[in-house]
Nanobody, 122 residues
Framework: QVQLVETGGGLVQAGESLELSCAAS????????MGWYRQVPGKKRELVAL???????NYADSVKGRFTIFRHNAKNTVFLQMNSLKPEDTAVYYC????????????????WGQGTQVTVSF
């Protein structure tokens, strides 16, 4: 099995920064994609950013230029640096990873973290 543990959420004021981190552990052979999603009550979970194993990235339009995703492959860890935070960034942020485990070498399965709350005040 694989576990994803997020850290770094909290309460900040608009314009400030936060960095989220997510560490994957377990029977990991490789991780193809790591990403961050967010969700507010009553709305669907939405993609914030993702990063491939080769370093290619993709961002939601709403965070381009403010958020940066990066990963440390050897440590199976992904980070989300969030700058110039806005109140509309308030959400629970979830880490996501497509993992090939040592037990499922023929496919990648998706795993989610437990979520971390980010609150941006006016």
């Amino acid at each position: 099995q694989v576990q994803l543990v997020e850290t770094g959420g909290g309460l900040v004021q608009a314009g400030e920064s936060l960095e989220l981190s997510c560490a994957a552990s377990g029977s990991i052979f490789s991780i193809n994609v790591m990403g961050w999603y967010r969700q507010v009550p009553g709305k669907k979970r939405e993609l914030v950013a993702l990063i491939l194993e080769d370093g290619n990235t993709n961002y939601a339009d709403s965070v381009k230029g403010r958020f940066t995703i990066f990963r440390h492959n050897a440590k199976n860890t992904v980070f989300l640096q969030m700058n110039s935070l806005k109140p509309e960034d308030t959400a629970v942020y979830y880490c996501n990873a497509w993992v090939i485990t040592t037990n499922t070498m023929d496919r990648a399965d998706v795993y989610w973290g437990q979520g971390t709350q980010v609150t941006v005040s006016f």
